[in-house]
Nanobody, 132 residues
């Protein structure tokens, strides 16, 4: 059974930092993409960043470029999202998800957006609140 466990959310002041973790289990595919999405109150869920397992290539939404960094620790089956210079508009429920289609990271890089429908399994979400 594929499972994704997201953690690390919390309350932080404007300009602060948080690190989210997503620990994956239950699959042995060699070429997959782990992505982070977020959903702010009253808004649709949007893709934030993703990383490909084969070469650790990444994609970032313009809104987080230069502030967020995605990385992976294959030994721990964990993907991290380091969030710096947080803003109140970053407040949202953050989800991690896995796209098991080979080359999924390329889709985001070519289209310039993460396609939610390509992601096969989702974690439960972790809440990030940035106070002004």
């Amino acid at each position: 059974e594929v499972q994704l466990q997201a953690s690390g959310g919390g309350l932080v002041q404007n300009g602060g930092s948080l690190r989210l973790s997503c620990t994956a289990s239950g699959f042995t595919f060699e070429d997959y993409t782990i992505g982070w999405f977020r959903q702010a109150p009253g808004k649709e869920r949007d893709g934030v960043t993703c990383i490909g397992s084969s070469d650790s290539s990444t994609w970032y939404a313009d809104s987080v470029k230069g502030r967020f960094t995605i990385s992976c620790d294959n030994a721990k089956n964990t993907v991290y999202l380091q969030m710096n210079s947080l803003k109140p508009e970053d407040t949202a429920l953050y989800y991690c998800a896995v796209d098991l289609h080979p080359g999924g990271i390329s889709t985001a890089q070519v289209l310039g957006v993460m396609t939610e429908g390509w992601y096969d399994y989702w974690g439960q979400g972790t809440l990030v609140t940035v106070s002004s």
